[in-house]
């Protein structure tokens, strides 16, 4: 586990957020038992008669007897103070990026007991409360005791480490006096209002200049470009890319180089249209024969085809499936009878762009009817990493306010209601045109075949043009004849071979 010492004052406010008070209050109850001078509701107690308190702008704040004497540990953050007769206190409040458990606590507890007084001998830690773990230790006549309180937080955990120790004799009474220390330790942050904070950003409405198709708000100032871009009636590619004006962030909505898939089959196969390759059914319809991905995977695949040509080294560093985006969408295809079905998922990688390490977010959400696929919503940022939160705020800010236009949205179901009658007559000669395609196919690989059998066994093919019977010969002669009672003879120049008898030219295939 790794621990980190408060070491700077600004790092306190970390620590003083997570409510320190709590854990005393609960650590001192179950090891001392309520002292009977703590006034109920009152955290931070004054110091009385006889105590001093001793405070760090921006930092710890404790009380003690005023002939004890107190020692900040500048390096890792810690307290100390040491009494007239022998008495110590140390409090040491430490922060960890991840949460911990009971465990992990019993560990830190004893390395830490060792490394404060490695003279003494600690007993196996106990449990007596919830995020709370104790452990008593001998040294000589003395008893001491640690203590290790922690609360788990979004952020991460605040620790604090409690030690007391005097003479064995002494320990019950001096009790008290630990426990009113230890109840008014307490740290503080730096105020909120000198925390310097990025101006808010201003935005200008950006309308589609190709077909007015669409507008969202973009960032004043910023360069942008795309728009709605038309490459058939039915195949219009949404498209709109934000750069800052230092280059170094990109947001974009949609891709217009992105188009519709087609599954592969047996049939594509047939007529030579693999994976990878262009369909088309006409009418100016181009699909890429691609196996289907759901949102998740194309996220990634896109991340690592795609944003590769721009950001080198594409590492993916977190993806998830969004089944709580694509189910309620979902759900509106089904509650109108549409045979489309939605998957989303979203992946975030880090890359070197121009030389600048950069992150990267992608959001896909893919589309599947029974004969094609494509990509319904693509959202992508990339930024350095100290830029990717004004990034990922501008991305979510042209979603939120992308609107498409009432007036074009109406003329193109009007063309599209065209153009679909156009595409289902083009669907329906598909099957016609891939078995032409195959038909034409077979018959070229047949030829070859008969070529390579003819060179391997020393052959020629020919054909008698009035009945159509193909022969096979021998090879070696320019020219072949066939009498009438079929004997077929082979002549190197055009000559018949014999006049007494009647010959037919045969025609050589090549």
Not at 304 to 321: A, D, F, L, P, W
Request: net charge positive; hydrophobic share 40%.
């Amino acid at each position: 586990m790794n621990i980190s010492y408060i070491k700077h004052k600004s790092a306190y406010k970390i620590f003083a957020a997570i409510i320190l008070a709590v854990l005393i209050t609960v650590t001192i109850f179950f090891i001392f038992g309520r002292p009977a001078f703590e006034r109920p509701g009152n955290s931070f107690v004054h110091a009385p008669a006889g105590w001093i308190k001793h405070s760090v702008k921006y930092g710890p704040s404790v009380i003690a007897p005023d002939n004890w004497r107190f020692k900040l540990d500048s390096g890792n953050g810690s307290v100390s103070l040491n009494g007239v007769n022998k008495e110590r206190a140390v409090i040491w409040p430490l922060f960890s990026a991840k949460n911990i458990n009971m465990r992990a606590a019993e560990l830190t507890l004893i390395k830490l007991g060792r490394k404060v007084w490695p003279g003494y001998e600690w007993k196996y830690p106990s449990a007596p409360s919830l995020n709370l773990i104790s452990m008593k230790g001998y040294k000589g006549k003395d008893k001491g005791i640690a203590l290790l309180t922690w609360v788990n937080t979004p952020k991460g955990t605040a620790i604090c480490i409690f030690m007391a120790s005097a003479p064995a004799k002494n320990f019950k009474a001096k009790a008290p006096v630990f426990a009113r220390i230890f109840q008014s330790f307490h740290v503080s942050g730096r105020p909120l209002a000198k925390i310097k904070r990025r101006p808010a950003i201003r935005y200008l409405t950006w309308q589609d200049p190709r077909e007015r198709a669409f507008t969202l708000q973009v960032p004043r100032s910023w360069n942008v470009a795309g728009g709605a871009y038309r490459y058939a009636p039915l195949d219009v590619r949404i498209e709109a890319r934000s750069v800052s004006p230092d280059n170094k962030i990109i947001v974009q909505l949609g891709d217009a180089d992105i188009p519709t898939y087609t599954f592969p089959n047996r049939l594509l196969s047939m007529g030579g249209f693999n994976e990878g390759s262009y369909y088309s059914p006409g009418y100016g319809l181009r699909y890429i024969v691609l196996h289907y991905m759901p949102g998740l995977e194309y996220a990634r695949y896109y991340a690592e085809n795609y944003v590769s040509g721009i950001c080198r080294g594409i590492r993916i560093t977190y993806s998830k499936n969004r089944r709580d985006i694509s189910g309620s969408i979902n759900q509106s295809y089904m509650a109108y009878n549409l045979p489309i079905r939605l998957s989303a998922g979203e992946t975030k990688f880090s890359c070197l762009r121009n030389g600048i390490a950069s992150k990267g977010y992608i959001f896909a959400g893919t589309y599947r009817t029974s004969t094609i696929w494509g990509i319904m919503y693509l959202f992508i940022a990339l930024a350095p990493p100290h830029k990717f939160n004004e990034a990922m705020a501008v991305l979510s800010h042209e979603i939120g306010t992308f609107k498409e236009n009432p007036r074009w949205a109406a003329m193109n179901e009007h063309i599209a209601s065209n153009a679909s009658k156009i595409n289902a007559e083009a669907n329906k000669k598909i099957e016609h045109m891939i078995s032409s395609s195959y038909n034409y196919r077979s018959r070229v690989m047949d030829e070859i075949a008969r070529r390579r059998e003819n060179a391997i066994l020393g052959e020629n093919d020919v054909v008698d043009t009035e009945t159509g019977v193909d022969y096979k010969v021998d090879s070696g002669s320019n020219y072949y004849w066939i009498s009438h009672d079929g004997t077929i003879v082979g002549t190197v120049t055009d000559s018949v071979p014999n006049h007494d008898v009647n010959f037919k030219k045969l025609l050589l295939r090549p």
